[in-house]
């Protein structure tokens, strides 16, 4: 299979470091164009789910603009001009909960929109997070930070209450991750 190329791109909406919408000229690999194919550019981002030492999973209950009524969240944010993902992830949990962590797993990096660009997410699963200073985080929803256990975890997530898709699969992904460290036979 051949990838499309861009044959030219031109900016048509520059809204800062977090949005620029750009119209792309692209061919196909059987030489057709598409003049007008938009390609949205935002910033990466890092979602982390935090386990802590006595195996509570942190979480928010917050709003988000984009989101009706509130929604259970995974700790994250932007990644900041060439920062390493795994350096923004370590900040943000810092930042947002208080919490560090001394193991890390990348969970995966994803297209946010494999057809129209919207930056990737950069999943990660922190665990044995401890308590290290209080929150210091300048996210703009307010935010109740959470303490649940794997059963209420999972029952979030299988019942909707994240409901923002990166939170939702990193939720899904750091649950697997953990369920094949287990001996087997063990749930």
Same mark, same amino acid.
């Given at each position: ?8 791109? =031109?900016?048509?909406? /520059? ?13 196909? %690999? ?7 194919? @938009?390609?949205?550019?935002? %910033?990466?981002?890092?979602? *982390?789910?935090?386990? =802590?030492? $006595? ?7 917050? =709003? ?6 509130? $929604?259970?969240?995974? %700790?994250? +944010? ?9 350096? &923004? ?11 560090? &962590? ?9 297209? !946010?929109?494999?057809?129209?660009? &919207? +930056?990737?997410? @950069? ?11 209080? *929150?210091? &985080? ?8 959470? @303490? ?7 029952? #979030? ?10 939170? #939702?699969?990193? !939720? ?5 991750? *953990? /369920? ?8």
């Amino acid at each position: 299979m051949q990838p499309w190329k861009t044959r030219s791109r =031109t900016v048509v909406l /520059d809204g800062g470091k977090f949005l620029t919408v750009e119209r792309h000229e692209v061919e196909l %690999p059987d030489g057709r164009i598409i003049p007008d194919w @938009h390609w949205v550019i935002t %910033p990466d981002y890092v979602n *982390i789910i935090a386990v =802590t030492e $006595s195996g509570q999973f942190l979480c928010f209950r917050q =709003t988000k603009y984009a989101v009706e009524g509130t $929604s259970l969240s995974a %700790p994250g +944010g932007y990644l900041e001009p060439n920062e390493d993902p795994l350096e &923004a992830a370590k900040r943000e949990l810092l930042e947002e909960t208080g919490y560090a &962590a001394p193991q890390w797993t990348s969970l995966g990096t994803y297209s !946010v929109d494999g057809n129209r660009g &919207a +930056g990737r997410a @950069h999943l990660f699963l922190a665990q044995g997070a401890y308590p290290t200073r209080p *929150i210091d &985080a300048d996210d703009l929803e307010q935010q109740e930070l959470l @303490h649940l256990t794997r059963t209420e975890l999972k029952k #979030a997530l299988t019942s909707g209450e994240f409901k923002v898709l990166a939170w #939702a699969a990193n !939720v899904a992904l750091a649950l697997f991750h *953990i /369920d094949q460290k287990l001996p087997s036979g063990k749930s």
